[in-house]
């Protein structure tokens, strides 16, 4: 999904929006665990990342400005200790009328979380 970054077409949609269900895919990474259909469900306070429709991943979730921090909290491919949190500056752009969300690292040393969130997220 690296072509998201081509397309001419994005508008900013407001932050506010930020709270829902967003999908992506990944194939070809060369990991089992990775290659796979991802959910990535927002609420106002807390998260749950969903592998193949099984909760991978739950947390809690801080959202400033631009930038919204999680916390891995449970689940079975959480990170613990020194990479529990990362922390990701966001948008959400549209396109041909769906809304995408696209995450950017500022600090995540968990790989798992770094590489499910920083697809293009198609809200769903």
Do not use: E
């Not at 959910?39 to 969903?50: G, P, S």
């Amino acid at each position: 999904m690296r072509w998201f970054g081509l397309l001419p077409t994005l508008l900013v949609v407001a932050a506010a929006g930020l709270p829902g269900t967003y999908a992506t895919r990944l194939v070809g990474t060369g990991s089992p665990v990775l290659d796979a259909s991802w959910r990535v469900q927002l609420t106002a306070k807390d998260y749950r990342i969903l592998r193949n429709g099984h909760l991978a991943v739950s947390g809690t979730l801080k959202v400033a400005d631009t930038t919204v921090k999680f916390t891995d909290t449970g689940g079975p491919l959480a990170c613990h200790g020194a990479v529990t949190i990362g922390t990701y500056t966001y948008a959400l752009l549209k396109n041909d009328g769906t809304t995408y969300l696209r995450l950017h690292v500022k600090h995540d040393g968990c790989p798992g979380r770094r590489a499910v969130l920083t697809q293009p997220l198609a809200r769903v």
